[in-house]
């Protein structure tokens, strides 16, 4: 019998290519989203059902996990994609917006668990594999209510890795890098727009943009990598918690991780050319 994935947060980026990389590889997928209207005339194969869901509402993930479980019989893996982003001034950041993310970025992930770890114990077994970022690896300049979601999305996993072993359930993180050309990356720049700079911080803001701007020296993660990383970490049984995505995150996890905190700091420091006025 197939298995079955519900991923979240796919009407594009991420989302969308994991679809695909789960069909291709004989899963039952539920692509959820908040708005369907975006997949019509696209649900092309038997194992494919799209069904409306917004983490940050609990009566719509309960409405798509029965749908799930009535539709294949069974979900066997969760993948919590389903994100925003935000860059700004942390100063001139309004706290609806920050509150906004985190109920995207950290609450919709608990709430999607929360409601799907019940059916996973029924089964004996399941998996989770929550999609973080390299921004919880090396938090960055303009970008800091966006890594402290992310980080937060790290504890949580990292802590419920032991909870759920207990039940037989599976906890895996994704740590992509940049993705240029994502959806994400856009919404994230026209969000940017309408948050004031303050003045002082405008040379910053100029200087972290031109940064981001730049063509990297390293090979960045395209939307299939992270897909099949996710895929890898619904397959994989060795145990291993952090998949790390693009060799950008991959410098920032061994430096971040492998080294020691002043050449950790160092490097960052220099890397961000931050310096105080």
Sequence with gaps: MAQTVLITGCSSGFGKATVQA????????VATMRDPSCWLGQETSS????????????????????RAIEHFGHID????????????????TPMDVVRDLF????????QTMQAVIPHFRGLGQGRIINVSSGSAILPEPLMSAYS??????????E????????????????????????????????????ISVPVAYQTLVDQTMNMYMQSSKLQLASENDVAQAILDAATDEAGQLRYVVGEDAKESSRMRRETSEHLYTSWAREKFRVRPR
């Design 22 to 29: 789960f069909l291709t590889a004989g899963w039952n997928v």
């Design 47 to 66: 194992n494919l059902l799209v069904v409306p869901l917004d983490v940050r509402r609990v009566a719509t993930i309960a409405s798509a996990i029965s």
């Design 77 to 92: 893996c969760l993948v919590n994609n389903a994100g925003l982003a935000l860059f700004s001034v942390f100063e001139a």
């Design 103 to 110: 109920e995207t970025n950290v609450f919709g992930y608990m």
């Design 148 to 157: 402290a979601s992310k980080c937060a999305v790290e504890g949580l996993t």
């Design 159 to 194: 802590s419920l890795q032991y909870e759920l072993q207990s039940q037989n359930i599976l906890v895996k993180l994704i740590e992509p890098g940049f993705v240029p050309g994502t959806s994400l990356v856009r919404k994230t720049v026209e969000q940017a727009a309408t």
